[in-house]
């Protein structure tokens, strides 16, 4: 059911919740600013290190023995030029990472304004806790996400307009010179439009229109592909230790956090799923969490999946195995069921593309052997762009003020606790 802004009363418009964003954005800022001697998310261990590696060493630092990071260095090439106008530090890296992610937050706006979501409700994005906690640390994932909203703003135009396709593979480029996993979105792109050429190929100018259109989309890519000639992989050779291999713990994870923030939907979902559907998702949920249940730590590694959900879990786990087993159980089986109805309800050529993208990027996470919570923010945006349309306005009423306690209590936790 598609959230008709001409049915919602007095809400607010899209200028006024960008309004409130932005005061959400300065005071936060303000306090991860004060907290900047609080390391978080393996800023000061990884991410700022790569920063000054770029500030003395320019685009070489791409492929020196120093680099230390696991992802593409475009986050850094442009903290590292800001830098060369001020004075290197953590607080001018949260500061551009703020204003890269107030800007993906405007992009995520308009991107379901366009899908007929209240501007209200696109809050709802920016309590995300791993989008909104690194909104104010300097934890580059935010960068890739402003780019691959920028590709789907794009993708999202009725027109075949060639200079949209263009614009899209330049932004899907620059996005996986942030992080490697857009790789992922690129290939449902490409995916996706292959198959609407097979569907209409006896339209006259369908095939120039695929090969022009898929030329412009992948032409830009050849940029990362000789980076990664470069460093002979994905990664830079310093962290060859991320090796591609199938992890079935990674696919329970996934599933279990899916089930965990589209609850909403999932329990939507069971009214118009007859019994032999709920049955299966259960039982597939039973078979991931009792058979390939991940472990948890605070440190990342093969077979281990870290994060506020799963630890939620561990917590209760401690004081009653069973409840937590069922909870893991009944947390994978909505997880499938969501991915199940998305499979089942996709609407147009943009629902194509971003339920193939989920599912895409879902494979790419559960081939990776450093996998957690934090690392699904692509997937989970793409989620959203899907979900948010399709639940009823009372529930989503609900859904907004659980996201921003939940977004805002994981802040302070993390800046004032964890790392305080």
């Not at 230390?68 to 106008?85: D, E, F, G």
């Not at 992009?107 to 501007?119: D, K, Q």
């Not at 069971?270 to 559907?277: A, G, N, R």
């Not at 870290?306 to 997880?335: D, P, Q, R, W």
Request: hydrophobic share 55%.
């Amino acid at each position: 059911m598609l959230l008709k802004r001409d049915k919602i009363k007095f809400e607010p418009g899209q200028g006024s919740i960008a309004i409130f964003a932005f005061i959400v954005f300065g005071a936060f800022l303000f306090i991860s600013l004060i907290k900047s001697h609080s390391y978080a998310m393996d800023e000061t261990v990884f991410h700022y290190p790569n920063v000054l590696n770029f500030y003395k060493n320019g685009l070489a630092a791409t492929f020196n023995k120093e680099y230390s990071a696991a992802n593409t260095p475009l986050p850094y090439i442009i903290v590292a030029a800001v830098s060369k106008l001020f004075t290197p530090g953590i607080a001018l890296a949260r500061i551009v990472t703020a204003f890269f992610s107030f800007l993906t937050f405007l992009l995520g706006m308009r991107i379901l304004a366009r899908l007929n979501v209240a501007p209200l409700y696109s809050l709802i994005l920016l309590f995300y806790p791993y989008f909104f906690l690194n909104s104010f640390v300097f934890y580059v994932i935010n960068f890739g996400l402003f780019f691959c909203l920028a590709a789907l703003l794009l993708l999202n135009n009725t027109e075949k307009n060639y200079w949209n396709d263009l614009g899209a593979g330049v932004s899907l480029t620059l996005a996986i010179l942030c992080q490697q996993f857009y790789l992922m979105l690129l290939a449902a792109v490409l995916l996706v439009r292959f198959l609407q050429y097979i569907k209409e190929r006896e339209i006259a100018g369908s095939l120039q229109r695929f090969i022009a259109s898929s030329f412009l989309l992948g032409l830009p890519a050849l940029v990362p592909l000789a980076v990664f000639y470069g460093w002979g992989g994905l990664v830079h050779p310093n962290f060859n230790v991320h090796k591609l291999s199938f992890f079935p713990t990674a696919l329970t994870g996934i599933l279990m956090v899916t089930g965990f923030y589209f609850a909403p939907f999932a329990v939507q979902s069971i009214k118009k799923s007859d019994k032999w559907q709920l049955a299966g998702a259960l039982l597939g949920g039973a078979v991931l969490a009792i058979g390939f249940r991940p472990a948890y730590n605070d440190f990342n590694g093969p077979g281990i999946f870290n994060g506020i959900v799963f630890h939620i879990i561990e917590i209760v786990s401690k004081k009653m195995a069973l409840a937590g087993t069922a909870m893991m159980i009944f947390l994978c089986g909505m997880g499938l069921l969501v991915f199940y109805k998305l499979a089942a309800t996709k609407k147009n050529i943009f629902d194509a593309i971003l339920f193939t993208g989920c599912v895409l990027l879902a494979a790419a996470y559960t081939m990776n052997a450093i996998i957690g919570e934090r690392h699904l923010l692509p997937l989970f945006f793409l989620l959203f762009f899907l979900i948010l349309p399709r639940l009823k306005l009372g529930t989503v009423r609900a859904y907004l003020p659980f996201m921003f306690a939940f977004g805002v209590g994981y802040y302070f936790y993390w800046l004032f606790i964890k790392y305080g």
